[in-house]
């Protein structure tokens, strides 16, 4: 479907339908100055829980100001600065000694460590970087065919461990979607970082974001969520989550889109995702949109290669502190952050080798980490929260609107022998591990007086047996 077909009339349809019935309610995110209503919730019945996957911790990296070839920064700091009049002394390093671009040659060093280390995330590919070119069309600069084989590199390599997400349009300028070209006015109202967003409709940040998902398609990169640039959405929250929801429905036909805006690091904040704008659960067409932020700062060089604040701020040497670690023992999702430009730094590649230690680090800490795309968070929290779950006597009947695989329930009661998923008339018996950390779907263990059973939850009516 053409960005451009995105109409007023259809963006508000959709949106009344997202509204029905929902509940403005605040997430524990709450410095929040504007939330989205979370809306529907099913009933839960007592003494059954949605634990972690795999009764394990999530974690991630989440990497911004990637896209193909193009080193984002050397091209964005002469437009910020353009903005600012040279007012502002962030934006006047020498960037004409940065180099144009950041190889491909990194780009899978960077991958193959990442799959060797077992790290999955999310990655930016803004889709018309700093408006240097299209990644649908061309890259001055760059021949048709290397842009093609670094599609071809993020497509096949990067992407089954990744998920792949516009962070915007161009990162910088605000395209006129009418002419395709960044609109004349060059202020920071006409900037994506800044205030572009401020005061606009559901409707109009939609059609923007689908016009970013539509070049990502077009080259080849269908994606399943958004990564907002600087403070874009973050003074139309309500508005960003509905239009991210019904963008990446129509364009990438998604059924649990995805956003991600804010990083949280400061000592005892939540970092729980959000599940928002949820409806029709138990109809043929159940709706929602989950947020989801990151746990740190960019602590390997930032997005403008200065200096890092290093692995220690992630998880100290000895494993003791450090933001990470404090997420890790929350239980909640460790998602740690970094800027593309800043873990390449200009060719001395200083982020990559601080988060080569930062990961070494945790997996001499921790043995209950379970990586995972930030799609995968989103789709578990959506189907923790909005699965219904009711019981009866041994019996936990689950109906749930979106399939979800490591689905892990602790049950208060201690099975005598082993639990059975039963879907329809088909029962199977749960094969028995000894403890909660060697969990995989289709199995059970004993957790004191409870039982923890793991399994894929299939959309839809299935039971838990427990005697």
């Known amino acids: 479907m053409n960005a451009k077909a995105l109409s007023r009339r259809r963006f508000l349809q959709s949106s009344a339908a997202g509204l029905a019935g929902a509940a403005l309610t605040l997430p524990r995110l709450d410095a929040l100055a504007q939330v989205a209503p979370s809306g529907d919730r099913p009933p839960r019945a007592e003494g059954v829980t949605v634990i972690n996957p795999r009764s394990r911790v999530p974690a991630g990296l989440i990497i911004d100001d990637s896209t193909c070839l193009v080193n984002l920064n050397r091209f964005a700091m002469p437009q910020f600065n353009e903005v600012y009049l040279g007012a502002n002394k962030t934006y006047q390093r020498n960037w004409r000694d940065w180099p144009a671009e950041i190889p491909d040659k990194f780009l899978r060093a960077f991958n193959d460590w990442a799959v060797g280390a077992g790290v999955r995330g999310k990655f930016s590919i803004v889709p018309f970087p700093a408006c240097v070119g299209r990644l649908d069309r061309e890259l001055p600069g760059w021949t048709r065919r290397e842009l093609a084989d670094s599609l071809k590199l993020v497509r096949e390599e990067m992407a089954p461990h990744w998920d792949i997400t516009p962070e915007m349009v161009t990162h910088t300028r605000v395209i006129d979607l009418k002419t395709g070209h960044p609109y004349p006015d060059v202020t ?8 572009w967003t401020t005061g606009k409709s559901t409707d109009e940040i939609g059609a923007y974001l689908a016009y970013a998902l539509q070049i990502l398609k077009d080259a080849g990169l269908p994606a399943d969520g958004i ?13 960003m989550a509905q239009a991210t929801l019904q963008a990446c429905r129509a364009v ?14 400061e000592p005892g904040r939540s970092v729980a995702p959000v599940v928002q704008y949820a409806s029709g659960l138990d109809g043929p067409d159940p709706r929602c949109v989950v947020y ?5 700062g960019d602590w390997t060089a930032g997005w403008d290669c200065t200096n890092p604040g290093g692995a220690d701020k992630f998880i100290t040497a000895d494993g003791k502190s450090g933001r990470m670690v404090e997420v890790i023992q929350s239980g909640e999702p460790a998602l740690m952050f970094g800027h593309w430009t800043g873990i390449y730094f200009n060719g001395y590649e200083i982020g990559f080798k601080i988060l080569q230690d930062v990961v070494k680090r945790l997996h001499a800490r921790f043995d209950n980490l379970l990586w995972m795309k930030n799609s995968e968070v989103a789709r578990y929290w959506a189907a923790k929260e909005l699965t219904r779950i009711e019981r009866a006597g041994n019996t936990v009947k689950l109906r749930a609107p979106f399939a979800c695989p490591d689905f892990t329930l602790r049950i208060a009661a201690r099975a005598q022998q082993p639990p059975q998923l039963r879907i329809a008339a088909d029962a199977k018996p749960l094969t ?12 059970w263990c004993r957790d004191g007086e409870a039982t923890l059973v793991c399994f894929a939850l299939g959309k839809g009516q299935s039971e838990i047996v427990v005697a």
């Open 432 to 443: 028995e591990v000894t403890a909660p950390l060697k969990l995989t779907p289709g199995t």
């Open 252 to 265: 990438s036909g998604t059924e649990i889109p995805h956003y991600f805006t804010d990083l949280f690091t």
């Open 188 to 195: 920071p109202k006409f900037m994506e970082n800044w205030e």
């Open 227 to 239: 990564t907002t640039p600087g403070g874009f959405g973050k003074k139309a929250r309500p508005q």
């Open 292 to 296: 989801v932020p990151g746990c740190t």
